[in-house]
C-alpha cells in the first residue's frame, strides 16, 4: 500500500514559479514510477509529467522546458519544479503512484493517488 500527499501549491503570478512536493508512505514506493497530472475546471485531466524509479523524466509537450520532475529523500519524495508559469497552469495538480516498468501518460497506469493541491497562476 502506498499513500501519497501533495504540496505545494498555493497562487503566484504568470512567470513566476512554485515547486509541488510529493511525499510518499510504504517502503516500496522507491521502486514506483511517479506521476504528476492536473485537472482545470471543466476539463479532464491530464498528464504533465512522470519519472520512472531510476530516475528517467517524462514530459508533456505543454511543459516541456518548464517543469522538472525529480525524486529525493531515498525516494520517498517526488518534486514538481514549476517555472514560467502561465494562466492555462492552474489547475488541482495530482501525484500518482504505478507498479509498471516505464511511467505512462494515462490515468489507468498508476494504482495510487494523492488528494491534489490546487496551483493558481494569474495574469
Known amino acids: 500500500q502506498v499513500q501519497l500527499v501533495e504540496s505545494g501549491g498555493g497562487l503566484v503570478q504568470a512567470g513566476g514559479s512554485l515547486r509541488l512536493s510529493c511525499a510518499a508512505s510504504g517502503r516500496t514506493f522507491s521502486t514506483y514510477v511517479v506521476g504528476w497530472f492536473r485537472q482545470a475546471p471543466g476539463k479532464e485531466r491530464e498528464f504533465v509529467a512522470a519519472?520512472?524509479?531510476?530516475?528517467?523524466?517524462y514530459y508533456a509537450d505543454s511543459v516541456k522546458g518548464r517543469f522538472t520532475i525529480s525524486r529525493a529523500n531515498a525516494k520517498t519524495t517526488v518534486y514538481l519544479q514549476m517555472n514560467s508559469l502561465k494562466p492555462e497552469d492552474t489547475a488541482v495538480y495530482y501525484c500518482a503512484a504505478g507498479s509498471t516498468a516505464v511511467p505512462g501518460a494515462t490515468e489507468r497506469e498508476y494504482d495510487y493517488w494523492g488528494q491534489g493541491t490546487q496551483v493558481t497562476v494569474s495574469s
Open positions: 519519472i520512472s524509479w531510476g530516475g528517467r523524466a
